[in-house]
């Protein structure tokens, strides 16, 4: 019963091949997040989902697009792999509100290699 | 978000209180502080949050100064599942987690 989860755990590919990263979350939530956490380990914002709509976008190369085909899936899709996205990419979700504590639940993390 | 600053890396006995400081001079009224932590191979957990008041709950206890400029996390009884990287983040009502270095903070046997 895990509350967020990330598919796949470890991403192999070659420069220029498209690849797809799913997330799941299990806890009602209307808000979900992609993360991005580099070699530095510097943990960067890239897109903030609410209730299936983008509502941040933080400077992220028009190679990545999410996907949301309902509330609880957050996709990530990215064409044309650079070796420069080599990382590990974190799933959130939270119930975002001005009463609530906006406590986000992360995913396991993908980890994506590019040769 | 407030910049927050934090010292690079700690060190802590086990069964030990590990304090964690954390400056926001720059925090603003509607900012909370919230802390997080990250343990090696895995995603963030949040720990705790906090707007003036000192808080407590079963993880840890968040103080925070008077004048709202800097706090402290305390972990009472630090174990060796406690080493993590901790992340303080001054945070407002719509907008984004800012996450920066954070504290490393390794608990000795």
């Known amino acids: 019963d895990t509350a967020v989860s990330q598919t796949p755990k470890y991403l192999v590919t070659q420069m220029g091949n498209d690849k797809s990263i799913k997330c799941e979350q299990n806890l009602g939530h209307d808000t979900m997040y992609w993360y991005k956490q580099d070699s530095k380990k510097f943990l960067k914002i890239m897109f903030s989902?609410?209730?299936?709509?983008?509502?941040i976008n933080e400077t992220v190369p028009n190679r990545f697009s999410p996907k949301s085909p309902d509330k609880a899936h957050l996709n990530l899709h990215i064409n044309s792999l650079e070796l420069g996205d080599s990382a590990v990419y974190f799933c959130a979700s939270s119930q975002v509100g001005r009463a609530t504590v906006n406590e986000q639940f992360f995913g396991p993390g993908t980890r994506l290699t590019v040769l | 978000d407030a910049k927050t600053t934090q010292p690079t890396s700690m060190d802590c006995a086990e069964g030990r209180a590990a304090n964690l400081p954390c400056n926001h001079s720059t925090i603003s009224g509607n900012e909370y502080v919230y802390w997080y932590r990250q343990i090696h191979s895995q995603g963030p957990q949040y720990i705790i949050h906090g707007l003036k008041n000192n808080e407590t709950n079963e993880m840890a206890s968040l103080i925070i100064t008077e004048d709202r400029k800097s706090s402290t996390l305390i972990l009472p009884h630090a174990t060796l599942r406690d080493t993590a990287v901790y992340y303080c983040?001054?945070?407002?009502?719509?907008?984004?987690?800012?996450f920066g270095p954070g504290t490393r903070l390794s608990v000795l046997p």
């Open positions: 983040i001054a945070h407002n009502y719509g907008q984004n987690f800012v």
């Open positions: 989902y609410n209730n299936k709509e983008l509502i």
